[in-house]
C-alpha cells in the first residue's frame, strides 16, 4: 500500500510538472530564453518593461486588498504576520552559509542573503496560475504575504552586509538610510502595499469598476512579461560560470529548503494546501527587482553578478518550472 502511495504521490507530481510547464507563460518565458539563447534582435524597450512591472504589482496588490476586505482582518493578521517573520529570518541562516560554506565577503553575502529573503512577484503569480490551472483553491488574500515580506528581508540582509555581526552597523550610515528608505518606500514595495489598502478600502465594489482592467488581460500581460524574463535570465547563462559551482548548487538548494519551511509554516497556521503551497513559493523566491535596487546603493561594494545571477538565472526559472509544483505535492501531503 505505502508503494502504491508513493508510485501515485510520483505520478501527480509529474503530472503538475508537465501542466505547469506547458501553461502559455512558462512556454512564453522558455522562447524568451531561446532568443538570448540565439542572439535574436527581440529586444522590449525600457518603457513597456516597467509598464508591465506596475500593472502587475499594481493589479496583484490590488486584488489581495479586496480579498483581506472580504476576508477580514481578524483571518489574516496570523498567517501574514508569520510571512514577515519567515521574510527576515530566511537571511540569518542564509548569511552564515553564504559566509562559511561560500566564502563570500560579508557584503555579498549580505547582497545574496537580502535577495534570497525578499520575494518574487513573478513566481508568485506563475503560483497562482499553476493552482488555478489545476482547479486547487486557495485563500486570495495570499497576496498580503508578497506586500509584507519584501521590506523585513532587504533591511535583515543589508544590516548584514554592512557588519551587524561585527558591530559595525550604523544607521548613521547613508547607505544604510538609502536602504531603509528603499526597503519601505521603494517602488515595488509602495505599489503593492498601497494598492492592497486601496482594494481593502474599497473592497468588491472597487473591484467591479476596474476588473475589465485588472483582471482580464492580466493573463497576457504576464506572458508578456515572462518571455522578456526569459531573455533576461537567457542573457545571463553565461555568467554561470563565473558564480562558481557553490551558488550553482546554493539556487536550487536553498528555494527547496526555504520552500519547504514555507509550507510547513502555512500548515501551522491554518492555510489550505493552496495557501500553504503560495507561502512556500514566496519563501523560496528570490527578488530581482526590489533588493536588487535597494542593495545596489546601500552595499555598493557587493559584487550584483553572484546575487542577481543566482537569483535570476538559477532559482527563478527552477522554481516556475519544477518548483512550484513540488512544494503543492508537499503541502497536498500534509493536508490529506
Not at 24 to 50: E, N, Q, R
Not at 133 to 155: D, K, N, R, T
Not at 307 to 331: D, E, H, K, M, R
Request: charged residues 10%; glycine residues 12%; proline residues 5%.
Amino acid at each position: 500500500m505505502l508503494k502504491l502511495a508513493d508510485e501515485s504521490s510520483l505520478m501527480d507530481l509529474l503530472t503538475a510538472i508537465q501542466s505547469n510547464l506547458l501553461s502559455p507563460a512558462i512556454l512564453f518565458f522558455v522562447l524568451g530564453i531561446f532568443a538570448a539563447v540565439s542572439k535574436s534582435d527581440l529586444k522590449f524597450p525600457d518603457a513597456l518593461y516597467t509598464t508591465l512591472t506596475i500593472y502587475l504589482l499594481v493589479a496583484i496588490g490590488f486584488k489581495g486588498g479586496v480579498a483581506v476586505h472580504q476576508a477580514g482582518i481578524g483571518t489574516v493578521w496570523l498567517p501574514a504576520l508569520a510571512a514577515m517573520a519567515l521574510g527576515a529570518l530566511i537571511p540569518l541562516w542564509t548569511y552564515p552559509i553564504l559566509r562559511k560554506a561560500g566564502g563570500f565577503s560579508i557584503a555579498d553575502a549580505g547582497a545574496i542573503a537580502a535577495h534570497y529573503g525578499s520575494v518574487s512577484a513573478v513566481t508568485f503569480i506563475a503560483a497562482t496560475n499553476f493552482l488555478k490551472g489545476i482547479h486547487q483553491p486557495y485563500e486570495s488574500y495570499a497576496s498580503a504575504f508578497l506586500a509584507v515580506m519584501e521590506s523585513p528581508a532587504i533591511i535583515v540582509g543589508v544590516m548584514l552586509g554592512k557588519g551587524a555581526l561585527g558591530g559595525k552597523l550604523s544607521f548613521t550610515d547613508a547607505g544604510m538610510r538609502h536602504a531603509l528608505r528603499d526597503a519601505v518606500l521603494g517602488k515595488g514595495v509602495l505599489l503593492l502595499v498601497g494598492s492592497l489598502i486601496i482594494g481593502t478600502l474599497s473592497g468588491p465594489n472597487g473591484m467591479t469598476m476596474v476588473e475589465g482592467f485588472f483582471v482580464t488581460p492580466f493573463q497576457g500581460v504576464l506572458a508578456l512579461f515572462l518571455l522578456e524574463m526569459g531573455m533576461v535570465a537567457g542573457r545571463r547563462l553565461g555568467d554561470l560560470k563565473k558564480v562558481g559551482f557553490f551558488l550553482v548548487v546554493f539556487g536550487i538548494t536553498a528555494p527547496l529548503v526555504h520552500g519547504t519551511v514555507g509550507v510547513l509554516l502555512g500548515t501551522w497556521v491554518g492555510l489550505s494546501a493552496g495557501g500553504c503551497t503560495l507561502l512556500g513559493v514566496l519563501a523560496s523566491s528570490a527578488s530581482y527587482i526590489a533588493a536588487p535596487a535597494a542593495v545596489r546603493l546601500s552595499l555598493p561594494e557587493a559584487n550584483p553578478t553572484y546575487s542577481l545571477t543566482a537569483a535570476l538565472a538559477i532559482t527563478f526559472p527552477f522554481n516556475i518550472t519544477f518548483g512550484v509544483p513540488l512544494y503543492f505535492q508537499i503541502a497536498k501531503y500534509l493536508h490529506p
